[in-house]
Each structure stands twice: as structure tokens, then as C-alpha cells.
């Protein structure tokens, strides 16, 4: 710190310094560095909290953990069978993208179980709450509703009401008077999630605090709100679209990275609960260039239809577009097939697309791909009844991927009966194991002369 005793701190991501800069040189943001008022920086309240006991592990193994379901399965899923009394759950988005939405779907639910629910809109009216819970059918009859920005009142409405759900909606929309920097600021997020985290250990409430993510993809004030809450879930999706994820982060009461998919429709967020209908259509099989593959989403395998459409280029810079997956790992798919397998694409617009508007991180989704592209060039429609996952390695080969057996069940369990995935020292019966990209154009072509039923 300087000797004026003054502390500058970036709005962005929290990064400290000494003296004013116009950049800040952790995460490159201009205009972000803010003076913070250091002999008001966040305390701890003075909460004492019961010294606890130590117990053995056949202790706490014989005490379960107490959990609010929310009725929605999904999310239940998600939360890891519920909400944890005393614990902070952040909800995490870009506007626009459902956090209300589901902050009052859940309110519903709690309050449907007779749980008193206080719900701070404080960057919206009421009125407009109100609308909306019109809109979504919401009856809310043990729901309390205020548009506090000030912290101290929404707590003092808090203590009167002493509600077993608690509701921010936003974090950046909250601050705390004693502070002079302003809502959204990382020492005001700090402080104030700090209070409220207090105050849920106290009363052994549940906490949602819901936050915007800024066009980068972080929190503003991020990692020290992360740090701080029992559990961080985002939103993810396109706006515009009808789904959305919603991601597990962190979860200290259950897994992480697991998903929960929703449908955005006029009533509000719609569990999807079996999302591979949701994905795949019928009939595939008539038309080359589309095929069904499989990819993990957590740790459930999802189906997923891919789509390419191969046709010759009138421009000098042929068209690529695709959506769905990562643009590089689609280039890369192509020069592989190019190299190795001498399909000529460098003269071909290509378009490629998952359907649904989901994207997808996982490598498995490269022979689904391939196999797209290859039966769209060579015009050979594939089977209906076939699905694939496998990653593709730089010199062609088909690698392994996890949940080799998982995805199969899921696959045959949904009526696909032929499966293409990497060669495995014991293969399924179902699954024709493949170890080269040259194999599976084989196989491609072969049912052209009726070799097999491809
Ligand atoms: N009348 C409507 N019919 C269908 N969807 C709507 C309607 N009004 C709002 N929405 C959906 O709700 C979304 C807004 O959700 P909201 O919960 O307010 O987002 P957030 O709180 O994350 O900013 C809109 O983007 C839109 O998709
Ligand atoms: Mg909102």
C-alpha cells in the first residue's frame, strides 16, 4: 500500500495496485481501476458462529444432509438432490438469459412447501416482478417481494420476516451504504455477499444471489465472489434461442460440471428432461450428410444430430460456416480428410450444424463430423440406424474417448443399433471398432456396393 494509505482496485477482476492506472495490467480493461476506501474495507460481521465438535467419520457418515427439493428434477439433479439450509448459491448469466425467470420459478416451489420466501428485485420494480409472475402462472402465496438496492434495509426486512429462502436478484444491483464505491464494484460485491453469507450460516437459511457476467465471460468482481458462495451455477445458451444449460461450477453439496437442460418458452423455463429427443429427429438416413452422435454433457451422454452440407464453391474463397462446434476443430477435421484421405474439399462451400443451438466441447463429436462431411461429399446417405463418438488425432487415427459404454447403452437404449466408435480390446457387439479415418471412409464407400449396410 502507499504511503498515503490509498488502494486502487480493478472492477474487472479485483487486481490490486498502489497507485491509479488507466489499464489495468492483470486483465487489460481500461477505465477500471477505482480507489477503494481501505479503512472501510469489507469485515466479517460479528456473528459468532457455535464452535464446533469434532466427530469421527462414522459420525458424519450416519447424518445425512438435509435438502429442500425444488420439485423441477433437473435442477434437483444439479444441486445434487436440493438446497443445503445455511448455504449461497450464485446464479450466473447474461442478461437476458433467464436468472429471474427461474429465481421466481423456484420462489413457486419453496413457497408451494409452505417455506416463507423473501425475494429482492432490486433491479427491477415489483411491478414488473409482478408481471412476470402473472405471465408464468405464479401464485406465490407465501412470496414477499421488495426492490431494496440498499443493503441494510433489505436486511432489516430480512430480520423481520426471517424467510427460510432468500433472494438477491442482482448482487451488482445491492449496496452497502457504509461503502462509498458503488453497486457492482468488487468491494461492494465483497461486503456485501459477506453479510449475507453471515447471515444464512446464522439462521441456516438458503441464499440465491444471482449476478450478470460481463461480455468476457467473468463476473464482474468474479473470483472472489466464487470463492465465497457454497455453489455457482451459469447460464448458458443463446439468448435468442429456446435452450438453455445451466452449468454446475462449484457445488459443495454435490458434483460439478454437471447440466441441467431448460426450454425458455411464454410459461417460463421448462425442464428438458430427456434431451436427446430434444436433439435428434426422425427419419435421418434418406439424405446424405446427416448422422446422430453421441457426446458427454457431465456426465450424461446426450445425441446429438450433425449436419453438413458439402457443395462446390463458386468463389475463390470457399464458404466454411458452421455452428455448433469449435471452428478450429472443424478446420482441423477438414485437413485431415483432406491429407489423409484425399477427399478433395479446398474447391467445396461446407456447412456444417448441430441443430438445437448447443455447442459442444466434446472431442467425441469428431467422427460424428467426419462421417457427416465424408457422406455428404461422396452423396452416400448414411444408415438411420447408425450413431458414432470417437476424437480424430492428427495422423487420421481414431482415439478413445471416455464413457465408451455409457454412450453406447444411451444410443441403444434410444433405438440406434449400429454403432462406429474407437477400437477397443474388447468391443460391443453393437459397435464396429475403428482405428483409422481411412477405415471409416471404407466403410462408407463399401456401402455403396452393398458391402455392408452403412
Ligand atoms: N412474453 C414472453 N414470452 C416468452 N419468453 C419471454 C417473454 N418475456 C420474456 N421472455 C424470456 O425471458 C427472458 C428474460 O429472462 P430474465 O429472467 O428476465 O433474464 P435475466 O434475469 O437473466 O436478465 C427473455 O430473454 C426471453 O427469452
Ligand atoms: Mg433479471
Known sequence: MSKTGKLYRCTECGYTT????????????????????????????????????????TEIRATSIERITTDYGETDRLLGGGVVPGSVLLIGGEPGIGKSTLMIQLSESFSKKGLKVLYNCAEESVYQVGLRASRLNIEGKNLMIISESSLDSAISLYEEMKPDIFIIDSIQAVRDESLEAQPGTVSQIKLCTSRIIDIAKRDNSVVFI????????????????????????????????????????????????????????????????????????????????????????????????VQALVTRSVYTMPKRVVQGIDFNRFSFIIAVLEKLIQLTLFNKDIFLNIPGGFNIKDPAIDLPVALAIISSTIEIPLSSEIFSFGEIGLTGEIRQVMWYEK????????????????????????????RTLREVYELIKNARSGVRSI
Open 407 to 434: 454412450r453406447i447403452e444411451t444410443a441403444l437404449r434410444l433405438g440406434y443399433s449400429e454403432g462406429i466408435a474407437p477400437l477397443q480390446r474388447v468391443t460391443h457387439s453393437k459397435v464396429k471398432g475403428v
Open 18 to 57: 498502489s497507485h491509479w492506472l488507466g489499464r489495468c495490467p492483470n486483465c487489460s480493461s481500461w477505465n477500471t481501476i477505482e480507489e477503494v476506501v481501505v479503512e472501510k474495507e469489507p469485515k466479517r460481521s460479528q456473528i459468532k458462529v457455535a464452535s464446533s465438535k469434532p466427530l469421527t467419520l
Open 210 to 305: 444471482t449476478g450478470h457476467v460481463t461480455k468476457e465471460g467473468m463476473l464482474a468482481g468474479p473470483k472472489t465472489l466464487e470463492h465465497m458462495v457454497d455453489g455457482v451455477f451459469y447460464f448458458e445458451g443463446e439468448r435468442d434461442g429456446m435452450i438453455r444449460l445451466l452449468r454446475s461450477v462449484k457445488n459443495r453439496y454435490g458434483d460439478t460440471n454437471e447440466v441441467a437442460f431448460m426450454e425458455m418458452t411464454s410459461e417460463g423455463l421448462k425442464e428438458i428432461n430427456n434431451p436427446s429427443l430434444f436433439f435428434i429427429r426422425e427419419g435421418l438416413g434418406t439424405t446424405p450428410g446427416a448422422t446422430i452422435g453421441v457426446v458427454m454433457e457431465g456426465t450424461r451422454p446426450i445425441l446429438v444430430e
